[in-house]
């Protein structure tokens, strides 16, 4: 089985950061053998992607909404994925989900087999 754990979310004021981390465990579970995500869930709204990372951390992708203020990492000797968030807006109040990615386009959620429960951040305005 797989497990996905995220934390770090929280209040935070219009053009605040905030550092989300997600745990991976499972015993079958070979983190540093996929790919992982970062997407967002407002109420009423489809899960939309926010970022994208290889295997071995090399590549990264984001949506153009967050180019240049969050920051996906990764640290396979801890089996965590991580997104640095700056400057954040109002607008991107959300629950934050990791997913693994398991086949398909990396920022459709349809390519993504395994979610953690989330963590809800909230932006103050």
């Known amino acids: 089985q797989v497990q996905l754990v995220e934390s770090g979310g929280g209040l935070v004021q219009a053009g605040g950061s905030l550092r989300l981390s997600c745990a991976a465990s499972?015993?079958?579970?070979?983190?540093?053998?996929?790919?992982m995500g970062w997407f967002r869930q407002a109420p009423g709204k489809d899960r939309e992607f926010v970022a994208y990372?290889?295997?071995?951390?090399?590549?990264?992708y984001y949506a153009d909404s967050v180019k240049g203020r969050f920051t996906i990492s990764r640290d396979n000797a801890k089996n965590t994925v991580y997104l640095q968030m700056n400057s954040l807006k109002p607008e991107e109040t959300a629950v934050y989900y990791c997913?693994?990615?398991?086949?398909?386009?990396?920022?459709?959620?349809?390519?993504?087999?395994?979610w953690g429960q989330g963590t809800q951040v909230t932006v103050s305005s």
């Open positions: 499972g015993r079958t579970f070979s983190f540093s053998n996929y790919a």
């Open positions: 990372i290889s295997r071995s951390g090399r590549s990264t």
């Open positions: 997913g693994r990615l398991n086949s398909g386009t990396y920022n459709s959620p349809l390519a993504y087999d395994y």
